[in-house]
């Protein structure tokens, strides 16, 4: 019983806070990309306009909520965009006091539109695995 916990903390559970983390350490630097570029850390760097990475950030964010809480809960999709914005929420008011960076209304918008778009690829992924036409994956 004991190792079946640890398990799932480890397999759902790890790699949600983990990314949660990294959000926050993203959003205490005055400016991620010129921070993070030189370094070699923003290896997947694209010149997109900043809504694109919010969309995926917070997609991402949704996807882990939702591998987390799928077993647990009932509503694990409308729990995974809610939870996805609250994180978008305190993730705004923690930039608030980060010098060099502003808050803004609007990126909390674009994250609960990611988690939104997230949840929806999931309802498309499952909808394709009941009708057949595709073989059943973990998500």
Sequence with gaps: MKSKFVKAV?????????YMSFIFYLSSL???VK???PKGLYVFYLDLPRIIYH???YGVLSLL?????KDISKHSQLSSILFSALYGISDE?????????????NDVLIDIFGAVAMQSIINIYYYYLKAGKIKKQKV
């Design 55 to 57: 969309i995926i950030e």
């Design 65 to 69: 909520f939702f591998r987390a809480l």
């Design 35 to 37: 921070t993070l570029a």
């Design 30 to 32: 005055p400016n991620p």
């Design 10 to 18: 480890i397999i759902y559970w790890l790699p949600l806070i983990l």
């Design 93 to 105: 008011f923690h930039q608030s006091i980060v010098p060099g960076r502003i808050p803004s209304t």
